[in-house]
């Protein structure tokens, strides 16, 4: 394993979660616009992980453990500006899948960031907006009768027990808002 790799590609992922805490707490976040400070945070790790997979393809589990293959899979789904890049670390991720050196459900996520991006109905239903009253709802889906078995098929659990954890999750930052 290569420690110093997998050291780098947490620290860049922890760089891209503290950024997004201190945006959210300062309320610039979620903001209308991509944020210049989080753009400039995603490019910057979006150019590394770049560098990355030319020297070494991607960073699996044999390479950098679970942990660095974690990070290195979010800095590839926040890369949004960088879609060229984010297709072929979605293209990455599906082989080291294939051969067990990563999870499938980072492909799906990956994948259906890319479909909710140009505009087609994701599969997987890991990608999500808002309503009208703010509260979580799945992007389109492809084929909706068949989601929860592409989800299971790849680890996740039941996209309508995901909507129900997005929504908990949404009732209590509304709850701790409210005793502001």
Partial sequence: MNQE???RLTAMAED????????????ELPSPDYH?????VHERNAEALERILDEHGWPGVTLVGEAGGEAA??????AMSRLDLMARCATAVEEAASV???????????RDRLCVLDGEPQRHGTQFDMDEDGWPVPCPIADPAMVNLRRWALGLDSLEDRVEKLRERERERRARGAES
């Fill in 16 to 27: 891209d979660k503290r950024t997004l805490a201190a945006l959210t707490e300062r309320g």
């Fill in 100 to 110: 067990g050196e990563a999870p499938g459900w980072q492909s799906a996520y990956l």
């Fill in 73 to 78: 899979w979010l800095i590839a789904q926040h």
């Fill in 36 to 40: 210049p400070e989080m753009r400039a």
């Fill in 5 to 7: 790799l997998a050291d």
